[in-house]
C-alpha cells in the first residue's frame, strides 16, 4: 500500500483558478482509476472526479461539470485536477484516492488508497 501525494492547494478568492496535483506510486497498472474526492466541514465525502490510466476516460459529479477537468500524465504517475471559476462552496479538503475499480470511479469503497488531502479555501 503507497498512500498518494497531493498538492496545489490553497487559500484563493472567488473566480480565481487552481490546479491540484496528486502524485501515486504502485497502483498505477493500466487496469485502475484515480479520483479526486472532497470534504468540506460537517459534510461527507463527496466524489469529484475520476480518471482511468489506460485510456484517460473521465466521470464527473454532476455538480462540478464546466468548471472541473481531470487529466493525467501516465509517465510521472501524476493526476492533476484544474478548477477554473472557484466559488465559496468548493472550499473542503480535496483527497486524491488511488487503485480504483473502473467500473466503479465514483465510489469511494473502490479506492484502495487515499492520501491526506490538501486544503483549499475560497473566500469571496
Known amino acids: 500500500q503507497v498512500q498518494p501525494v497531493e498538492s496545489g492547494g490553497g487559500l484563493v478568492q472567488a473566480g480565481d483558478s487552481l490546479r491540484l496535483s496528486c502524485t501515486a506510486s504502485?497502483?498505477?497498472?493500466?487496469?485502475?482509476?484515480m479520483a479526486w474526492f472532497r470534504q468540506a466541514p460537517g459534510r461527507e465525502r463527496d466524489f469529484v472526479a475520476a480518471?482511468?490510466?489506460?485510456?484517460?476516460?473521465?466521470t464527473y459529479a454532476d455538480s462540478v461539470k464546466g468548471r472541473f477537468i481531470i487529466t493525467r500524465d501516465n509517465a510521472k504517475n501524476t493526476v492533476y485536477l484544474k478548477i477554473d471559476n472557484l466559488k465559496p462552496e468548493d472550499t473542503a479538503l480535496y483527497y486524491c484516492?488511488?487503485?480504483?475499480?473502473?467500473?466503479?470511479?465514483?465510489?469511494?469503497?473502490?479506492?484502495?488508497?487515499w492520501g491526506q488531502g490538501t486544503q483549499v479555501t475560497v473566500s469571496t
Open positions: 480518471i482511468t490510466w489506460f485510456s484517460g476516460k473521465t
Open positions: 484516492a488511488s487503485g480504483g475499480n473502473v467500473h466503479h470511479m465514483m465510489e469511494a469503497d473502490r479506492y484502495f488508497d
Open positions: 504502485g497502483r498505477t497498472f493500466s487496469t485502475y482509476a
